[in-house]
């Protein structure tokens, strides 16, 4: 089946070769051609997720071939539980950025429709690597597109958002670039699962200097682009002035793919200084949790204020992440999904409401709720979803989140706690304000949602409610890669087996060397009521 990965990977790519050779002017062919590439990668994306083996850590649906002879590049790309379902979320905002996109780009519509394939193919790339050399190609693939989406197609400050952006991100990406040939001249070659097999074997070891700086290195990239305070500076001024389709692309799966960086190659690479830094890394993280979440409260701006509660629940990712606590790595996880689905359904709403009203200021609204109680319902769940409302799908990555850390830093997790709190007060009172209270005179005129709107929004509020009622399905695919992870991690106290109870006839993983299965069954994550 490795040929049906390859497909996923590259079908986008060749909708927006294909789009080039359509007349500019047949501007529905062009935004036909980019639903229909990127529904059918999406169907795709489901086969491979039926047909993914839940049981096994390993790699699939491999492709490993000779791609430059010299230095020794391969192409190797695979999927694991840790990389199957962000390649799904890509796949599913794809197509609903193309939809949200169908009547509000009117100018340069097939630059545009180009460039979001372009960038959908180069994000499935971040996640689907398997050699050093290629993970840096569509690492930097990434950045062409969005920084032409924000700078042609964004609002008043387009062009000061597109280059911070790509300053921002360049600048971390360059020092991954320097540990990267360093690691090539360390093992001879790119490929990442031979070196972690010359690193397990101990035909290598890094001394603590080398391994020190090479994480930073690598830490660098991935912090900016998740973004870690204080290197958070530049995602609100490129959310505020991308356009919604970018907007989506950019919460929903860029930023993950730095906390998905931390997790594939900075905690398996070097554990020692992963460990090491885990403690400065939490604070920052925590700090990131509380600032984002103050700031967003007093945003005047609705759009930025999404934007700062970004940095809030990515701060939530990188916690659980340097926990080294698996149920808060599995939570970690979940919560990189959950912020994709929920974040990137708020700036569809968002941008639907700027479509009617053109303005994003929060004193310009009121009311909205009576003239339009579709957008106000369906808005009103997805605020739920954002601030962890049990049964919708935030609650369960906070959730274990929380738990995980709470055994390892009770601290912690009591500072990480009151984000939660906070979430609820600025959410709640950013509804209140937009939605309730008296209707203005600019917003009794408003239409509520059409189809088309309808279509792009109920699939995600369906999925917020799926993947917080039935969380062990994804949590179950994931936890045979988490184990492995944290295994190479050197993890100092697993606490944790199979986290999650499985489903009749299911495998057991089989126990490790570094931590025997008996070891791992004292704290499993707790089963809801009703659970199989």
């Known amino acids: 089946m490795s040929w049906l990965l390859n497909l996923v990977l590259y079908l986008p790519a060749a909708g927006a070769v294909l789009l080039l050779a359509i007349p500019r002017n047949r501007e529905s ?12 990668t999406f169907l795709l994306s489901l086969i491979l997720l039926a047909r993914f083996d839940a049981s096994s850590s390993a790699m699939q649906f491999e492709t490993g071939t000779l791609w430059i002879t010299s230095p020794a590049i391969r192409y190797h790309v695979g999927v694991d539980g840790i990389s199957i379902f962000l390649l799904l979320l890509t796949t599913f905002l794809s197509v609903l950025c193309v939809l949200i996109s169908w009547n509000s780009v009117g100018k340069h519509v097939k630059e545009f429709f180009f460039f979001l394939l372009l960038l959908e193919t180069g994000t499935l790339g971040v996640f689907l ?28 400050r387009r062009v000061y958002a597109a280059v911070k952006f790509v300053l921002f991100t360049l600048a971390g990406s360059l020092f991954m670039l320097v540990a990267i040939i360093w690691l090539y001249n360390l093992f001879g070659t790119f490929d990442y699962p031979s070196i972690l097999e010359q690193i397990a074997s101990g035909a290598y070891s890094f001394s603590p200097q080398e391994e020190f700086w090479l994480f930073l290195a690598f830490f660098a990239a991935f912090a900016i682009k998740v973004p870690l305070f204080p290197l958070h500076t530049w995602l609100p001024d490129a959310h505020v002035e991308a356009p919604t389709a970018g907007s989506v692309m950019l919460a929903g799966v860029m930023l993950k793919m730095g906390a998905y960086g931390l997790l594939r190659f900075c905690l398996p690479l070097f554990p020692d200084a992963a460990h090491a830094l885990a403690g400065p890394i939490s604070v920052l993280a925590l700090v990131g949790i509380v600032y984002g979440s103050l700031v967003a409260m007093v945003q005047p701006d609705l759009k930025k204020l999404i934007a700062y509660s970004s940095v809030a629940h990515l701060g939530f990712v990188v916690l659980g992440i340097f926990s080294f606590n698996q149920i808060a790595v599995q939570g970690a996880l979940y919560q990189m999904l959950n912020h994709g689905v929920s974040t990137g359904a708020l700036f569809l709403l968002v941008g639907m409401i700027y479509e009617r009203l053109h303005t994003r200021q929060i004193s310009d609204m009121g009311g909205i709720a009576t003239p339009a109680p579709v957008l106000a319902t369906l808005f009103l769940i997805t605020t739920l979803s954002s601030i962890g409302l049990p049964l919708l799908n935030n609650f369960i990555g906070e959730f274990l989140i929380l738990l995980g850390v709470l055994q390892e830093r009770v601290l ?19 509804y209140q304000r937009v939605f309730l209270g008296e209707t203005a005179a600019k917003q009794s005129s408003m239409t509520d949602l059409n189809l088309r709107e309808k279509i792009i929004l109920i699939p995600a509020v369906a999925l917020m409610v799926l993947m917080g009622v039935c969380s062990p399905y994804f949590l179950h695919r994931m936890d045979a890669a988490t184990v492995a992870l944290l295994d190479h991690a050197g993890r100092r106290e697993v606490r944790v087996e199979n986290s999650i109870p499985k489903p009749p ?28």
């Open 29 to 40: 062919a062009l935004r036909s051609v980019a639903l229909g590439c990127t529904l059918l």
């Open 129 to 156: 690597a398997l050699d050093l050399f290629l993970f840096y190609v569509f690492w930097e693939v990434t950045l062409i597109p969005m920084f032409f989406l924000i700078g042609i197609w964004g609002h008043e």
């Open 412 to 430: 912690y997790a009591a500072i990480a706690a009151t984000a939660v709190v906070l979430a609820a007060v600025y959410m709640l009172w950013m």
């Open 505 to 532: 006839g299911a495998s057991v993983l089989p126990a490790t060397a570094s931590q025997p299965l008996a070891s791992r069954q004292n704290n499993s994550l707790p089963v809801q009521p009703g659970e199989p």
